[in-house]
């Protein structure tokens, strides 16, 4: 007898779980009827709240979120993939009418958009890409390969200018699970042998700064510190990279003798100012606010009725010089400046 | 049944093996890379070697005193981050570096406190309460940051830089600890406790061990030395970085068994076998990172090593009952 | 009567449901050894918890050199000089010698807070050699014998000083030499005016080695008197509050011809060469000295140990490969030496202890275990083999030895086995039981069960086996049949 009350039990559980998810779908819907008069709910999960990106994603969602008039409603994950699932979840049952994800995992995401599509709400999808793209409605990042290339032609620029003849570069690359990571270094493969860039040594950082410093270490080892340019994925890594080279005698400013001339990523605060210290050559930006400008605009423009128009939303790449750095106040980086 | 053993029945080339696995690997070790590469003989190549080891064996030191004592700390990777956002904390106060680094070491020890306490009060494995506090020192540090980046004072980087002769001086510093330690746990009466506690609380208890004293003591030391690595890693990568530590536990186990110690409690040392085996895997990480082999290289070798030396640590155990 | 060094008057102790001790009183004067006796379930662990301060008593005064002491806590009876040695060893196995020796009193060197290692060692050496053992200080416990370890705890209590010394049930794990060494160990510590009270089931041990014997039954002095006025059936009298009457003595049975188990030849690194054969429906005893091979030939029936030649015929059909379960399906039941160890989950209640066995029988339709027929075979057994428990839920690690090896009989039993193997059944239990079990074998082997029974006690051999063979030095020494089996030709034969 107890056992068939806990089977059925257990299988009510698992109808009423299932049948409780097609409930939202259907009671978030007549939500979108709204005109344009009033504020549009949208929900905005980011990976963290303390690195320079994350932070930069948050502050340009709440620029946007006056602009356009939205009611923003952010959730951070801490680098956890389920968390970031459990919280776009909880944000669908709080029945919001959009929602902007920048996905820690692009595997994993690919069930939280399933679910965002099956409820029917309206997504986009910032700078990572998932695996499975069939039911992201837009996305909004640089073209990461493009930037990868960016990023080779700038190291290139910086060698002339500083006066190194035969580049050879310790590459970092961002991890091997992170498809926009990837992308990078894929372009700068592509244009490698044609910009005459020789790649001395490849560092798998894994997104972890103790990881990054011991293996930039035995990379260094191994090529008999004979290296005089660094391409860095993204400025999170900056500090631990400066740091590295410090310990090894070789953290010099650019037009010193034995300088290394480095070339980064992201253009966060940590970045611009390395830059304008001159120690780091560029930073090319992929500017933070403006990703989840876009990202809010089309979804309140998609809430609101209107039809979007390009779902594959390009953020130009911005290569952050000194002079652009001690120039441009609108960059991000130094905009946020005190958080370097 | 007559339990005894004989001890002349015992194959001593075997035992000799059994005992001494890891030194001999990492004799081969030694041999089999300096052929690959010339680069791994160098000054520069074994300061690089000791200075990433040396946090793991911070670390693992750490854990050889609550495997000892019959528990784990699963909590020192974050206990480790949350004592280096104090530091920053201190730090954005306009505290000078040794204050933040006094906050740091504070913090990390009442961290460990705070196990401790649980594990005393439960009366339970230190598994899942380590687990437990291990969520609550992440929040705690992401607290203590605030919505803003972990960034440290310029003077921070003196920290991991500072040499003293070829090799870094926090190398020394943390060799002399595993010394002191070892001398701690071998040669003193409350070492020997800790032993006892590990080996049969029951006993221990009818014999008068004061229990819930040794227990917090073994964690605020796990603590005291996860604050010591947060500080070093905290000042490699110039931030309190959110990336710190959340696999450091897995190492630390790692290197601490590797070393001798078991996860059965009463066996194992700070030195040579904390240091040993956390040079271990410094050396595994290096010799892949030299040689440029594949990425995806570092976690096969690693699932490897912890497979066979956990086989060898269970049947060693089997065999003693 | 002048009070001893050591008077517990008056000891009551009340558990919800249960009055463990009503007015106990028991004496003990300086270099006097005292056994302590009675049925499990009799109280003497209970007072002996009492006097060692792991529980306080209702009622009662404990009065240590004509003074009253309260023993509220375990460092409350250290501290007057109690040392209570317990079954299971209380000793940091993984440590060495001379570290549980000084554990709690550990030596430092002069002015630094460094162990002396050295000074320990000696010391504990010394003790050890004074009690008889030559055993390095530096020696793992576990890597030594039993016999040695209990010495080691004992010198633990000498090295404190105690003045009452606990026994209990010491001998169970021994070999006669290691027990040889224990009573010549409590002879010394009676000629340091010690008091020893020995609680323990062999009551050749209580005889020939104690002054005095106390009895206790129901939670209540049943009697005491010197050693030397007192014989077997006294005591057992005392305990059981009836003459004992004679010796337990088997049926007479009609036995076939047919042989049901045969043993050629066999060998394994441990007997050699051992031949008999089973037949059917009879108790074929085996008896030998601990280590002389009984077990061990179980064990290559059983595959445990490997045969290296000779033949095992089960039914007329020999047997090639052998394992446990291999052995089950061939109609096979054994109840092992170590009952708590190999025996029995103690975590478990007698129901799930029982059917484990034979799973299939009490599947449903679904497929899914039936509570049931679980049950129901469960009771059955516990009312055939009258297994004393308040339920048939209760948790076999909390029954008395006599009724765990019960539960491990019901195991095998209510399978109908052919054969039965019973390997030491009433080791560590105590008289009464032990009749209760010798009654139930003697009823299944009536049923037509053929039993193989090893045992170290004689008289067990003696009263329940229609054949018996002897095992010495892993060899078959000799068989004995009918009027043969007495205990001069079976000792005759141990000899040889």
């Known amino acids: 007898m107890k056992k068939i009350i806990s089977l059925v039990c257990a299988l009510s559980l698992v109808l009423v779980a299932c049948g409780g998810t097609s409930n939202n779908a259907s009671t978030a819907a007549p939500a979108t009827a709204g005109g344009s008069d009033e504020p549009v709910r949208i929900g905005l999960s980011v990976a963290s709240e303390t690195t320079n990106f994350s932070q930069g994603l948050v ?56 679910k965002i ?180 605009k089309t979804l309140a423009d998609i809430i609101r009725g209107n039809e979007l128009e390009n779902p594959r939303i390009l953020v130009q790449a911005l290569v952050v010089t000194k002079e652009v750095a001690m120039t441009n106040e609108e960059i991000w980086g130094n905009v946020f400046a005190d958080q370097a | 049944m007559d339990k005894g053993k004989s001890l002349l029945g015992r194959n001593p080339t075997k035992s000799f093996l059994q005992n001494n696995v890891i030194y001999i690997i990492l004799i081969g070790y030694f041999v089999i890379f300096s052929f690959i590469t010339p680069r791994f003989f160098t000054i520069s190549n074994l300061s690089n070697v000791l200075r990433s080891g040396s946090v793991t064996m911070l670390l693992a030191v750490g854990m050889v005193f609550t495997l000892i004592a019959g528990h784990i700390d699963i909590s020192m990777g974050m206990n480790m981050f ?124 009818e014999k008068g061990i004061h229990v819930f004293r040794i227990k917090i003591t073994v964690f605020v030391i796990s603590g005291f030395m996860a604050a010591l690595a947060g500080l070093v890693l905290s000042s490699q990568a110039m931030e309190a970085s959110t990336s710190i530590g959340i696999t450091s536990h897995t190492y630390a186990i790692l290197a601490a068994v590797l070393g001798g110690a078991s996860l059965h409690g009463a066996k194992g040392t700070a030195f040579p076998g904390a240091f040993v085996g956390a040079m271990l895997i410094a050396l595994m990480s290096n010799a892949l990172g030299l040689t440029g082999a594949s990425p995806y290289l570092y976690q096969i070798v690693y699932a490897i090593v912890i497979l066979v030396v956990y086989v060898l640590d269970t049947a060693k155990h089997k065999e003693n009952l | 009567m002048a009070d001893r060094y050591l008077e517990m008057k008056n000891i009551s102790k009340t558990y919800p449901g249960v009055r463990a001790l009503s007015g106990v009183s028991l004496g003990v004067g300086e270099g006097e050894v005292v056994a302590l006796l009675g049925e499990n379930g009799a109280g003497k662990s209970t007072l002996m918890n009492v006097l060692g301060g792991l529980i306080k ?111 209990d049930e010491p001998t169970t794990s021994l070999t006669n030499k290691e027990r040889d060494k224990l009573f010549a160990i409590v002879e010394m510590l009676r000629s340091e005016r010690k008091c020893i009270i020995f609680i323990t089931h062999d009551l050749d041990d209580a005889l020939n080695h104690c002054d005095r014997c106390y009895v206790l039954r129901n939670g209540q002095n049943a009697g005491d008197d010197s050693c030397a006025d ?82 095992v015929i089960v039914k007329g059909e020999r047997v090639n490969k052998a394992s446990p379960a291999i052995m089950k399906t061939k109609g096979f039941g054994y109840l092992t030496e170590n009952r708590r160890d190999d025996g029995l989950f103690l975590t478990l209640p007698i129901f799930t202890n029982i059917t484990i066995t034979a799973i299939e029988k009490i599947k449903d339709k679904l497929g899914l275990i039936s509570r049931k027929k679980d049950l129901w075979i469960a009771d059955e057994m516990i009312e055939k083999l009258h297994i004393s428990t308040p339920g048939n839920a209760q948790l076999v690690g909390k029954l008395s030895g006599g009724n765990q090896q019960k539960v491990i009989i019901g195991k095998w039993l209510h399978l109908g086995p052919e054969v039965f193997i019973l390997d030491e059944p009433t080791k560590g239990i105590d008289v009464g039981a032990k009749k209760e079990i010798y009654t139930l074998i003697d009823q299944i082997a009536n049923e037509g069960t053929s039993i193989l029974l090893i045992s170290s006690e004689i008289e067990e051999i003696i009263g329940m086996s229609d054949r018996v063979g002897i095992m010495a030095n892993g060899q078959m020494a000799g068989f004995l049949e009918n009027d043969e089996i007495n205990e001069d030709n079976i000792i005759h034969y141990t000899m040889s």
Not at chain 1, 97 to 114: C, F, K, L, W, Y
Not at chain 3, 265 to 292: A, H, I, P, Q
Request: net charge negative; with cysteine; glycine share 8%.
């Open chain 3, 230 to 311: 007192i014989d077997r059936e006294g005591i057992i009298q005392l305990m059981i509050g009836e003459k004992a009457g004679k010796k337990f003595a088997k049926t007479n049975r009609t036995i076939l011809d047919e042989k049901i188990l045969e043993v050629k030849n066999l060998c394994t690194d441990k007997v050699n060469e051992v031949s008999f054969s089973l037949k059917k429906g009879e108790v074929l005893g085996l008896y030998g000295l601990v280590g002389s091979g009984r077990s061990e030939i179980i064990h290559a029936l059983y595959g445990i140990d490997k045969i290296q030649s000779g033949e």
């Open chain 3, 57 to 167: 008593c209702d009622e009662g005064t404990i009065l240590i050199n004509g003074k009253t002491v309260h023993l509220n806590t375990v460092s409350d009876a250290q501290r007057h000089g109690i040392a209570y040695i317990h079954q299971e060893l209380s000793l940091f196995t993984r440590m060495k010698v001379y570290e549980n020796l000084f554990i709690d009193d550990m030596q430092t060197k002069a002015g630094f807070p460094v162990l002396d290692k050295e000074l320990m060692v000696r010391e504990s050496e010394k003790v050890l050699k004074q009690m008889g053992i030559d055993v390095p200080g530096n020696a793992v416990i576990k890597d030594l014998p039993i016999g040695q370890q209990q010495i080691i705890e004992i010198a633990a209590a000498v090295l404190k000083r105690s003045k009452i010394i606990i026994l």
């Open chain 2, 82 to 205: 949350m004592s280096a956002t104090f530091a920053c904390f201190c730090g954005r106060m306009g505290a000078p570096m040794p204050v933040m680094v006094l906050g740091a070491i504070a913090v990390g020890m009442l961290g460990g406190l705070l196990n401790g306490l649980l594990v005393g009060f439960l009366d339970t494995y230190a598994m899942l309460p380590t687990m437990a506090t291990q969520f609550l020192f992440r929040s705690i540090g992401l607290t203590i940051l605030g919505k803003r980046t972990g960034i440290m004072p310029a003077d921070w980087s003196s920290i991991s830089t500072v040499k003293l002769g070829p090799f870094p001086l926090f190398v020394y510093i943390a060799v002399s600890l595993a010394l002191l330690a070892q001398v701690f746990l071998n040669e003193t009466k409350t070492g020997r406790r800790i032993f006892a506690l590990g080996d049969n609380q029951k006993t221990a208890i």
């Open chain 1, 59 to 114: 502050v340009g969602a709440r620029m946007a979120a006056e602009k356009y008039d939205v009611e923003l409603q952010v959730v951070v994950a801490d680098m956890d993939a389920a968390k970031q699932q459990q919280q776009c979840e909880t944000l669908i049952a709080q029945g919001i009418q959009g929602i902007a994800i920048s996905p820690i995992d692009a595997d994993a995401i690919g069930e939280t958009m399933r």
């Open chain 1, 117 to 296: 599509r099956e409820a029917d709400i309206p997504n986009v999808v910032i700078d990572r890409a998932p695996n499975d793209m069939t039911n992201v409605d837009a996305f909004v990042a640089a073209d990461d390969e493009q930037v990868g290339e960016i990023m080779a032609q700038t190291l290139v620029e910086g060698c002339e200018k500083y006066g190194v003849d035969e580049i050879k570069c310790i590459e970092i690359v961002g991890s091997l699970k992170d498809n926009s990571a990837m992308l990078k270094d894929k372009g700068i493969h592509n244009v490698k042998d044609e910009l005459g860039i020789n790649i001395v040594a490849q560092v798998n950082s894994e997104w972890d700064t103790e990881s990054c410093y011991n293996r930039l270490n035995d990379a260094i080892e191994a090529c008999g510190g004979d290296f005089n340019a660094i391409i860095c994925p993204s400025d999170f890594l900056i500090n631990t990279v400066l740091s590295c080279l410090e310990a090894n005698g070789k953290k010099h400013t650019l037009g010193t003798a034995g300088a290394v001339i480095i070339v980064s990523g992201d253009g966060a605060p940590s970045g611009v100012k390395m830059v304008k210290e001159d120690y780091v050559y560029a930073t090319i930006n992929t500017d933070a606010f403006l990703y989840t400008e876009l990202a809010i």
